[in-house]
């Protein structure tokens, strides 16, 4: 069973036309998965490396000139300067802790209890009940329930995933939501009748109140991408799924002639809003990756590079923001990025080393990755399949991986790399269902 899962999510992770409209943005819009409970699988003591509670706290989104913060910055300067007004006052939200419990992140949002976003191979789990949330829409409900009814929530989020230059196990996203009120004559019910099915229901689809939030909605992030990008920006909205918003959109953009996939939104499952107490209202939503638009904007090649410590990366980007980051509270001013082009202070050259190995029914992909990068450290660009096969007499899958190392900062020597395979190869049999060919 494990295998199937194992080999139905690889195929899904590698598939050429998944991999380029899902991966960047990493959107929880895909559903096929075989039904499985997933909690049977979570580890006592939780699945999360060391090196990736360490990245807690570091909060590069709140981080001063920043690429990150600058994004952050602008979009919420956009909010505030143009979409609040007399009835609707956004408001941010920038430092809620990472460790969610398992209610906010999934059940709250209407997961489906067998989505493969819940399995402990896509997120990590502290415990059962206990996530490194893996979207901040794991938010949502508590700050409705609070009373807000306009907010962003910005932070950063985490889950297992490939290696190479747009992947790494931390990244960071906004998220946004607006509540709307409807006059009604004097009947205040709520619009949720659990024998709905909200996501197909067309007449649900078309109330004239579902159609007025869906203009507002695609209307507010038009000009918030225009205001971030630029104004002649081509934009154009493609149909999706997501739990816990119905209909759902994402939201793609023509750059450098290609479309690229930026953000998802939709329409808050009535469900939601009946459970936040607003069962009578509606409200649209959206989440968007922040790493995936600063790589964009100020051509930023590796996602490795937002967490860097080199000053070289860091000097790039002083002063672009005139703002006093001692005068919090102020009003934002807007943030000129026209001419910030990254220039990469020099590419050292890379080198690859392959291995090969007998993979078990436990084998997944992704806790490859993840041993890779614990084992092998940020010295690792990228990590591809380059070779898989079944031996139809023994039924036994073989694969190699091509692990693509290149420094940030300096050159790598031949023996440093071979030590640190030779270290992988040491210790890779004992934690992992495989045998090293
Ligand atoms: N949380 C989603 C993700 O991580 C993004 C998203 C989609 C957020 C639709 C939303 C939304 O609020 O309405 O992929």
């Given amino acids: 069973m494990n295998h199937l899962i194992n080999c139905l999510k690889s195929t899904k992770i590698t598939s050429g036309s998944i991999k380029s409209t899902c991966i960047l943005f990493r959107s929880y819009s895909s559903t096929t998965t075989p039904t499985i409970d997933y909690n049977t699988l979570i580890p006592e003591n939780g699945n999360i490396p060391k090196s990736l509670l360490d990245k807690i706290g570091k909060n590069l989104h709140s981080s001063h000139n920043h690429p990150l913060n600058i994004i952050k910055k602008k979009i919420q300067y956009h909010f505030q300067s143009k979409l609040s007004n007399d009835q609707v006052d956004f408001q941010f939200f920038d430092d809620f802790h990472p460790r969610v419990s398992v209610k906010s992140n999934f059940d709250e949002l209407l997961f489906p209890k067998d989505h493969v976003g819940r399995s402990p191979n896509d997120t990590y789990y502290f415990n059962k009940n206990q996530v490194l949330r893996t979207h901040t829409s794991a938010h949502q409900n508590d700050i409705l329930r609070d009373g807000n009814r306009a907010f962003l929530v910005t932070g950063d989020v985490y889950r297992r995933d490939e290696i190479d230059a747009v992947h790494y196990p931390a990244f960071h996203q906004m998220e946004g939501l607006r509540v709307f009120s ?80 930026v953000l998802g939104c939709g329409v808050v499952h009535p469900e939601i809003m009946h459970n936040t107490g607003l069962g009578h209202d509606r409200a649209w939503a959206f989440g968007i ?81 993840e041993f890779v990068r614990e084992c092998c450290g940020d010295l690792v660009e990228n990590v591809e399949l380059v070779d898989n096969f079944t031996n139809p007499k023994t039924n036994k899958t073989s694969q190699c991986y091509r692990i693509h190392y290149r420094s940030m900062e300096r050159n790598l020597t031949n023996e440093e790399i071979d030590q640190i395979q030779f270290n992988l190869r040491d210790k890779i049999e004992s934690s992992l269902d495989l045998k090293l060919r």
């Fill in 182 to 261: 409807f006059p009604s004559d004097g009947d205040k019910k709520s619009h949720f009748d659990p024998s709905i099915n909200f996501y197909e229901n067309q007449e649900y689809k078309n109330n004239k109140e579902v159609k007025i939030v869906e203009e507002d909605l695609k209307r507010s992030l038009e000009s918030m991408i225009r205001g971030v990008i630029g104004q002649d920006l081509q934009v154009r909205w493609v149909d999706a799924y997501f739990p816990f918003t119905s209909p759902s959109w994402e939201m793609e953009i023509l750059f450098n002639g290609k479309w690229l996939e």
């Fill in 289 to 369: 990756g922040l790493e995936r638009l600063a790589m964009i904007l100020f051509d930023i090649p590796d996602i490795r590079l937002f967490w860097t410590e080199d000053s070289r990366f860091h000097d790039q980007f002083k002063g672009v923001d005139k703002s006093n980051p001692s005068e919090k509270g102020k009003k934002l001013q807007d943030i000129d990025i026209k001419n910030i082009k990254f220039q990469p202070y020099s590419k050292y050259p890379s080198c690859f080393k392959d291995i090969s190995f007998w993979i078990g029914d436990d084998f997944h992909s992704n806790k490859f990755f």
